[in-house]
Every structure is written in C-alpha cells, then in structure tokens.
C-alpha cells in the first residue's frame, strides 16, 4: 500500500496547506480518504477521476468533506466526458442529516452508511470501521492487504475504540491537534499529541504519522510532545508518499 498525505490540517488549513484528505493506492485500487478543504486540486496531481475507486468521509465535519462537495462537479463532467461509466461509491455516517444532504448532486455518488466493525472489501482492500469518540457520529478506519494494515484515527477525543483501531499496525494515521497544555486548558473532541504518541506505544504500531495539526501549533512542539511517548514518531508531510 501506498498512502499519499494530500492534506494534514484542521479545522482549517494553514497558509499554503490543505485540510483532512489521504489518498490510499493498493495495487491499483484508489481511495480517497476524507475530502478537506484544498484536497481536489492535490489529488489531481496523483490520480485521474475515472481510476477512483471509493471515497470515505470519517465524519460529516467541514474540514473532512468541503472539498467533497467540489469533487461532486468533477464527478459529473468526468461522466459527461465519458470518464466514468456510474457513482463514485462512499461511506459515511449519515449524521448529521443535513450535512449528509450536501453531498446529493445528480446521483455521482453511491452514499453508503458503514457499521461498526463491519469489513467492507474495497477493490485489493479490507476496510473496517471503528466508532471513535467525537462530537457527532465518526469513524476511525482500519485497511488491510497482504502488505499490511493502515490505520486513520479520524478525529476523536481518548478512547478504547483507537486502541483496536491501531492495534499492530504497519502506520498509524493519527489526530494530533493539541499540545497537552492546550488541551487541559479547554481543548475537547481531539487528541493531544502526547496522548497520540501513548496511543500509537500501547498498540504496538510500527510507525505513527502525526496530522490534522492545528494551523496555530507549532508542529515542531507537536513533535516533540509525541516523541516523549513514542519516539519514532514523525509529521505527516503533504504531498509525501508513505509505503507499506
């Protein structure tokens, strides 16, 4: 497998950068994995829209689907252009509804609800969904092949479900969007990066890309914070090729 970061930020992008989105090749088999903000225009340089093979949203926040909405378009001409011959197949919580409704455009998608710990075969993949805990429905993903697994935390506060998600894996994926000072100050629905770095040691996991960095942290802290916990942890960097 090859894991593609097209953007590692949010809620919002930092300058130049581009929000929530990965693109995961598995011998041909193309997913787009979640859609932020800036994802379109970087997934362009990487893979054509008729070689798509699925799109997963973890959860209908904006910084994990606004992008969705301008694939929607691109979409609909590929058709037109006899590029694609039927929908773009999606998983996605379908809370909350009227987010879920953005995503309607002329039937270039084939929304999908996933269930918790349910395998859905994905092309070359095994994909599983994992419940995490955030402040509307959202799912942690976990791909498997006969390379290796990838695991993608989403966005989720501490929980057990990110132990299972992540256990053993060949890259963990995973939020860092707090430094631990920020979040005992208030910070709430994510992680910390010392708590991503505790994660990714009590699982086990070979390798631990940090993202969904806040545009106002350093990331470099960011870094540091993780490593007191897992020390081979690194940034995720955009438009970096991962391979498992």
């Known amino acids: 497998m090859r894991i593609t970061v097209l953007g590692r930020y949010g809620p919002y992008p930092a300058a130049g950068g581009a929000c929530s989105g990965y693109l995961i090749n598995a011998s041909g088999t193309y997913l787009l994995l979640d859609c932020g903000a800036g994802v379109v225009s970087r997934l362009a340089f990487h893979v054509g829209l008729e070689s798509l093979s699925g799109l997963i949203l973890s959860h209908l926040h904006g910084d994990h ?124 629905n994510h992680l910390s990066a010392r708590q991503a770095g505790c994660i990714a040691s009590q699982a086990q996991v070979k390798r631990l890309l940090l993202t969904h960095l806040s545009p106002w942290e350093d990331p470099d802290e960011l870094l540091a914070e993780a490593q007191t916990e897992f020390p081979q942890a690194e940034l995720a960097v955009e438009q970096r090729t991962y391979e498992i």
């Not at 058709?79 to 694609?84: D, I, M, P, S």
């Not at 859905?120 to 993949?125: H, S």
């Open 65 to 188: 689907i606004s992008d969705a909405l301008v694939l929607r378009y691109a979409l609909q001409a590929a058709t037109v252009r006899g590029l694609r011959t039927g929908p773009l197949s999606v998983w996605t919580p379908f809370e909350p509804r009227d987010q879920l409704e953005l995503l309607q455009y002329r039937d270039v998608f084939n929304i999908q609800e996933p269930l918790p710990g349910q395998m859905v075969e994905i092309g070359t993949m095994a994909a599983t969904p994992i419940a995490v805990k955030h402040s509307i429905p959202t799912f942690g993903w976990r791909f498997s092949t006969g390379s290796g697994t990838v695991a993608y935390s989403a966005d989720s506060e501490e929980c057990d479900g990110l132990i299972c998600l992540a256990r053993n894996a060949d890259l963990f994926l995973c939020e860092a969007t707090f430094t631990a000072a920020r979040l005992q100050k208030g910070g709430s």
